[in-house]
């Protein structure tokens, strides 16, 4: 986890009240790329019944993981805000842990798209949700 400011590790697992309540976990990071491990808790349950997460978790889980995989360009005193998020659901999130990939695909100096992939941990090669975001940069002078 090199070459990316030592603040984001700490910002992502603990930075603000609802990370801390998320408890995320950084598995990798490195410039243009994050992965991101989402704990499972009781409260993420949609339809239990069924056994799956509710998507609303999906979809903020999402929108952490671009964000963060976008971070590992900036600095800390660069801004961000989401500009545009989309989230295509693949197959139901099971009751387990969420693994998010995050991959910056465009950076320029005041917009960026990246693209977010979330699968359950014990299964990696079926993707639950893929997600794409659009982000206004504001860089520190």
Do not use: C
């Amino acid at each position: 986890m090199k070459d990316i400011h030592h603040e984001l590790i700490d910002f992502i697992e603990s930075g603000s009240p609802f990370h801390s309540f998320l408890n995320i976990k950084v598995m990798d990071a490195r410039p243009g790329f994050i992965k991101l491990r989402l704990p499972y808790k009781k409260e993420f349950g949609g339809n239990m019944e069924r056994g799956i997460l509710h998507g609303g978790i999906s979809a903020m889980f999402v929108d952490i993981v671009a964000a963060s995989s976008l971070w590992t360009h900036l600095g800390p005193e660069d801004k961000t805000a989401t500009i545009d998020l989309r989230i295509d659901f693949q197959h139901p999130a099971m009751l387990e842990d969420l693994i998010g990939e995050g991959e910056v695909r465009m950076l320029s100096n005041s917009i960026a798209n990246v693209h977010v992939r979330l699968y359950n941990a014990s299964m990696p090669d079926t993707v639950q949700a893929e997600g794409r975001a659009v982000f206004h940069i504001k860089r520190k002078k």
